[in-house]
């Protein structure tokens, strides 16, 4: 099969079933966590190391919120199994880049692979995600070209693939749909403190041999758990 028609056939499988990558990535965290220590041996500064992973994961969720918010119909979502696009969008985030949800993917997990403060996880983290996302972006790509032809390749000409080209900026022309953001993003905003507090009650067991959490992560997991049964619920009877 030529080099092509086998990044495309990838790409696709890797897009229909991309939703399992975390478990490919916390297959790589999980056993750093047994040599976790405190940044710099202090529980204080480590706490502040762990707000700004925190942060670095809020921001790329945040640049999905911004990009989903303001996406036209069919083109911009979550848990898609095969693609689709109505329109190509070209405004907004996909005005200063072809990927953005994908730039926010990463910094979330960014976020997290940072939590060990091991510098090989996070590059290991990078490496996995370059080569899972570059097939998958190639596979929606392809689609894109097939489906919108010369007005997709005159977009891409003047769009950087990943790494924002804010000149380029223009406004969104969809409005922006809390309702949309919130049917679509609620099991992210939970899954990013989940998995941070899963990682600090391992840490402080490695640390200190017994089970503990601090009462910053116990706060902001209740407020996810609340969000996310609260989002799922009025899903579910289609209130939102």
Not at 65 to 83: D, F, L, V
Not at 97 to 112: D, K, T, V
Request: glycine share 6%; hydrophobic share 50%; charged share 20%.
């Amino acid at each position: 099969m030529p080099l092509k028609e086998e990044f495309e056939k990838c790409g696709d499988w890797l897009f229909r079933w991309r939703s399992y990558l975390p478990l490919i990535l916390m297959g790589i965290i999980l056993p750093a966590m047994g040599r976790y220590n405190y940044f710099g041996n202090s529980h204080f500064w480590d706490l502040i190391w762990e707000v700004i992973c925190l942060s670095i994961s809020f921001m790329g969720l945040a640049i999905r919120i911004y990009t989903i918010g303001h996406a036209p119909a069919a083109t911009s979502g979550r848990n898609i199994r095969k693609q689709k696009a109505a329109v190509l969008n070209t405004t907004g985030m996909y005005s200063i880049m072809r990927h953005p949800l994908y730039l926010g993917n990463f910094f979330i997990w960014m976020g997290i692979s940072m939590f060990v403060h091991l510098w090989w996880v996070s590059a290991l983290f990078i490496l996995v995600f370059w080569i899972y996302y570059e097939r998958i972006m190639f596979a929606e790509e392809e689609f894109l070209r097939e489906k919108f032809g010369e007005t997709f390749e005159a977009w891409a000409s003047r769009t950087p693939a990943f790494l924002p080209r804010f000149k380029n900026w223009q406004p969104p022309e969809s409005p922006f749909s809390l309702r949309k953001v919130l049917r679509k993003e609620y099991s992210g905003f939970f899954a990013i403190i989940a998995s941070f507090t899963g990682l600090e009650i391992i840490g402080d067991f490695v640390v200190k041999g017994r089970l503990n959490l601090d009462l910053m992560w116990i706060i902001l997991f209740s407020i996810g758990l609340i969000t996310y049964v609260t989002l799922r619920t009025l899903k579910k009877t289609s209130i939102i």
